[in-house]
Structures are given as structure tokens and as C-alpha cells.
């Protein structure tokens, strides 16, 4: 039992910081042990890297600071070495990192010389796409890394209840769709051939992160979104391929976009108006953000919808 | 107060027990039989408790929430025959194990709406989500616009109307009772059904295993208008009807209790 919630303004910026965390902390009920946020705020010239030197639960003890710190400088060789040049690089906690750079070269190269540093996890890269996440609730998370404050148009998020995995990052929810720019997944529910998937896009070069389905689905879309396919189809053929009870959100750079599988066993509510869409495991949370009555609707099996920016 | 608060309010005991201290809501306004409160700042024990002491305690027959947020599990177990008028929509478990109550819902409720309902009568006058209706006993329970995944599941009695569409599994294991849907349905209508009758205006996308269509006879008719009489409805439809084919399972019409007397 895990919570996901989605906003999209479609006439610019707002807080979405403040409101997916508004959201979340309605849903803590359905899971206090870790919250994560992927959020766009406006792209420009530079890529954004949201990365991690530990684990916050081991981020801690005996020689851990220097090691951070001597990592962290590792991370920024690095940088400079594969022809990135480093606008800011600033941290929240000691243990995860955004850095800015100017970088024209491939994000996968860039993404497994950084990983290769003892420790660094790259959580997002992109033009807008930052990841945050961290262990528990929303209001813990957002006070942490001062997600209050953030802007965007779009954004998604999770709160967590490890059922089958460890209360860590590398569990934490949403997935980046490594290696591929400003794609992220959240997901609520169980795929039952992971396996089998996880094999087919490892063939393809792909490697992940975690032990978690939801990483699944964000690697499958962002491959076949790379062959041309639109999110929407790239989400239908999704319903096909991946077996099991889910419902899932995906954000790109410039859509969101909902997914429920053919049994529909797991919840999803949506609001859409004009200027604004909200989607989220529980009404509540989209009370959160629409504090009047509105018209809400559970979508139905095998529903796709995507909205733009 | 051990435990963590919230944006909400809501406090955690040291066994996870919610809101082990809930006060009762001031905000009550009592007049004559009938009481009111607003439930926008209210916690789900407030809610509750607050309702509890109003129709147990208070004698009061007619009570209206306003602004129940989408807050869960409102107005659950409530045993005695009463009015409750939510004004607003709220969310998971509304009305759950209910024996009695008329509840009108001037909004749209979330999961789970009116399950295990004994007897009384639920009007939602807009949407509900999936799971409406399951496993109900008895009593009515009337849907003015869509419902989701699983409606009636595991039905047991009492009849579910719907005037919207219903979604997939619709009437799954149901045992007793009736299912009036005037849109459409989806995939796997009535899916194991023992016994009990699915009546549907629109479109079947599939029907499950054992489901058949039935034989339509007066007494159907007459169900049918009675209940859209009763609640205001209008003019009925025209409708098919759905049962079990009793091919899935070896059946008798006979309850456990008759069936032991009959075999001993």
C-alpha cells in the first residue's frame, strides 16, 4: 500500500513543491516510511544532476564526513574531466547533492562515470527533472530540502510503505528512467514479470538502480518513447507488456500522463479543469490542493490519459 | 501527547492507535431533532463521535455534516434508524456496516461506500469509486452517476441501482440480492456469481464465467419501477437481465441451516 500523486499546471508556473507535499502528507496514512518528489522547474541551458554520496541511514559514523567530502570532489573531477563544466553543485544534507552543469555529451556516459564513485547514486538528470527523495513524511522531506519554496509546472510523487524491500533510497519512489533525460515514474501496485522485462532491458544495455518493478516502467517507456513512440502509446503498449495489478504516473519534460491496468484493483482519483490537473491515490489529497467541491472521477481499466503543459 | 502530529491535526498513540485523545467538535448546532456541524477542520474521530453522540445519546434523527472533505470512514456503524445528510463528498468507507440509517450524499464518496450495509438506505448524487456496494446484506443503495471497479462485490442482498456506468468485475461472487445499472458495464459482469440478479440498460463489454442472461418475468417489472418509484428516479429503462448459470458450482436454493436439516 503506497500513495502517488500527480499535478500539472497547463498555464505555468506554481507551487508545486508546497502542493505535492500537501498531498503526500494527506496520504501519510498510506505509507510514513519514505517520501519522493519528481518535479520540473523551468528548463534553460543547463542539465540538472540530483545525486547521492549514501544512504541517509549510513550517512552517518566514523570517517563518513571526510569521505563524503572527498567523494563529493571525486564527483566534480569527474564532471570536469568528462567535458562538464560546473555552474553549482549544493547540498541540503550532507548526502544528496544538485549540482548544475553545461554538458553536451551523453547522459549515459555521464551517469555511470559519476555512479562509478564509491557511494553516488545519480537519483535525475535533465534540462527541468529533479528527483528528491529521502526516509519519511512529506512535511519531513519538503522541510529538508526546502521543497516549499520550489516552482514548476509538473511534478509527481510518493509516499511509501516497504512491503518487500528495505526503508531506503534505493526502494524510494519515483524512478528515474535512467539513462533517459527528464522521464520518472511513480507507481502503486505489483508487476509480476519483472523479471522477465528487467532481462529484456538489461539486453538493451539498461541498468537499474534498485530491486523495485516501479524502475521498470520508467526504463520501458523512456525505451520506447527513444524509438519514437508518443508517452500515451508508449503507456498503452505498457497495459499489454506488463502483467500484474498497477496504476502508475509518468511525467516528461513536458506531459503527464496516468495509467490503470486492466483489473483496475489499484485506486486512482482524478480532477481536471482547465488550468489544472491532480491525480492521487485518495481524494483527500486532492482536496489538498482543490479545497472547494469539485468533480472528481476514478479512471476506469485500461484508461491512458496524458496532458500537456 | 506521545506520537507524531500533522497538518491535519491527527495524533498517533505508541501502538499506532489513531487519535487516542480526540475531544468532541464545539461546533455543534442542535435544533429540536435535528443537529449540524461542519466537519472541515473536524478529524475522522471527531466526525464520528461527534455523529455517535447525536443520534445515541442526544436523540437527534437528523443530522447534517457539512464539508466532510473526503475524510474516510465517515459515519460507519451507525445501528439505529436516523437521517444523515453529508454535504460534500467523503471519501473511503462511508457508511460502512450501517443497520438502519437514510444517509444522502450530496457529493461523491470514494472506495468502499456502504459495505457490509445491514439495512437502510444510501443516496449518493454523484459518483462513487470501486468496491461500492460490497458485500451488502440489505437496504438500498442508489448511485446517481458512476461507479467504479467491483461494484456489488460479494453482494449478499439489498439492492444497488446505479444511473451511470459500472466498471470491471461488476457483481463478482455475488450470492443475493439485485444490481440495477443503467449505463453501461464492464468486463466480466457478474464473474462467479452464485445467485441474485444483475439488471443492465447499456452495454456489457463481457460477461464473466457462469454469468447467463436471464429469464425476464413480472416480478422483475414490478422491482424495478417500485425502486425507481421509490427513489425518484423517473421512467425506467429497458433493461437485460443477468444470473447465474449455476454451471460454475453444484447449487441448491437452500440456506446452510435448511440444507443440514435436509441432509440429517
Not at chain 1, 468533480?295 to 491512458?304: A, G, L, M
Not at chain 2, 462511508?94 to 445491514?118: F, K, Q
Request: charged fraction near 25%; proline fraction near 3%.
Amino acid at each position: 500500500m503506497c500513495g502517488i500523486a500527480g499535478v500539472i499546471h497547463r498555464d505555468g508556473t506554481a507551487d508545486i513543491g508546497a502542493e505535492l507535499t500537501a498531498m503526500l502528507q494527506s496520504m501519510k496514512h498510506r505509507g510514513p516510511d519514505s517520501t519522493g518528489y519528481a518535479v520540473y522547474g523551468p528548463a534553460d541551458d543547463l542539465v540538472v544532476i540530483r545525486f547521492v554520496l549514501a544512504e541517509p541511514n549510513k550517512s552517518t559514523g566514523f570517517g563518513m564526513e571526510e569521505r563524503l567530502e572527498r567523494n563529493r570532489a571525486e564527483v566534480e573531477s569527474r564532471l570536469a574531466k568528462i567535458g562538464a563544466e560546473v555552474a553549482t553543485v549544493t547540498s541540503d544534507t550532507g548526502y544528496a547533492f544538485r549540482a548544475t552543469i553545461r554538458y553536451g555529451g551523453d547522459l549515459k556516459a555521464l551517469a555511470d562515470y559519476l555512479e562509478d564513485v564509491p557511494g553516488c547514486e545519480v537519483l535525475s538528470l535533465g534540462s527541468s527533472l529533479e528527483i528528491i527523495k529521502d526516509l519519511g513524511d512529506a512535511q519531513t522531506v519538503s522541510g529538508q530540502y526546502n521543497l516549499g519554496s520550489f516552482q514548476g509546472t509538473h511534478g509527481i510523487g510518493h509516499v511509501r510503505m516497504a512491503t518487500e524491500s528495505e526503508v531506503d533510497l534505493a526502494s524510494a519512489h519515483p524512478y528515474w528512467a535512467y539513462p533517459f533525460a527528464d522521464v520518472a515514474v511513480v507507481h502503486n501496485g505489483q508487476l509480476t514479470n519483472y523479471h522477465q522485462w528487467r532481462r529484456r532491458l538489461e539486453q538493451h544495455g539498461h541498468r537499474f538502480q534498485s530491486e523495485c518493478d516501479s524502475e521498470i516502467i520508467a526504463v520501458y517507456l523512456a525505451e520506447y518513447m527513444a524509438r519514437g513512440l508518443s508517452l500515451e502509446t508508449a503507456m498503452k503498449h505498457s497495459l499489454d507488456d506488463l502483467d500484474g495489478v498497477f496504476t502508475y504516473v509518468c511525467v516528461t519534460g513536458n506531459e503527464l500522463g496516468i495509467a490503470k491496468d486492466e483489473m483496475a484493483a489499484k485506486p486512482l482519483v482524478l480532477f481536471e479543469s482547465d488550468p489544472l490537473v491532480a491525480v492521487a491515490t485518495e481524494e483527500v489529497a486532492i482536496r489538498a490542493v482543490v479545497k472547494r467541491e469539485v468533480e472528481t472521477r476514478d479512471p476506469y481499466e485500461r484508461e491512458v490519459l496524458v496532458w500537456q503543459v | 501527547m506521545p506520537g507524531s502530529g500533522s497538518r491535519s491535526g491527527v495524533s498517533y498513540d505508541a501502538r499506532g492507535l489513531v487519535e487516542p485523545h480526540a475531544e468532541m467538535p464545539d461546533n455543534i448546532e442542535v435544533d429540536g431533532h435535528r443537529g449540524r456541524f461542519d466537519a472541515a477542520d473536524l478529524t475522522i474521530r471527531q466526525i464520528n463521535m461527534a455523529l455517535r453522540q447525536l443520534i445515541y445519546n442526544d436523540g437527534i434523527t437528523d443530522v447534517t455534516v457539512l464539508n466532510p472533505s473526503s475524510k474516510h470512514s465517515l459515519a460507519v456503524g451507525i445501528l439505529k434508524r436516523c437521517r444523515i445528510h453529508f454535504e460534500g463528498s467523503p471519501g473511503w468507507f462511508a457508511c460502512g456496516l450501517i443497520d438502519g440509517p437514510e444517509v444522502t450524499i450530496n457529493g461523491r464518496v470514494g472506495w468502499s461506500v456502504a459495505e457490509n450495509m445491514m439495512s437502510g438506505v444510501v443516496t449518493i448524487e454523484r459518483g462513487a469509486g470501486s468496491l461500492t456496494g460490497a458485500a451488502i446484506r440489505g437496504g438500498d443503495l442508489i448511485v446517481k452517476g458512476d461507479a467504479g471497479a467491483r461494484t456489488g462485490i460479494d453482494q449478499k442482498g439489498g439492492t444497488i441501482i446505479v444511473t451511470g456506468d459500472v466498471g470491471i468485475n461488476t457483481g463478482f461472487m455475488m450470492q443475493r440480492g439485485r444490481q440495477i445499472i443503467c449505463g453501461n458495464a464492464g468486463m466480466n459482469l457478474g464473474d462467479s456469481m452464485y445467485d441474485g440478479s444483475i439488471y443492465v440498460a447499456g452495454k456489457v463489454r463481457s460477461l464473466g464465467v457462469d454469468c447467463v442472461p436471464g429469464e425476464w418475468d413480472d416480478a422483475d417489472t414490478e422491482l424495478i419501477e417500485r425502486k425507481f418509484r421509490i427513489h425518484g428516479l423517473g421512467d425506467p429503462p429497458e433493461f437485460q437481465k443477468f444470473v447465474c448459470g449455476k454451471q460454475l458450482h453444484n447449487y441448491d436454493a437452500l440456506e446452510p441451516s435448511e440444507r443440514k436439516l435436509v441432509i440429517h
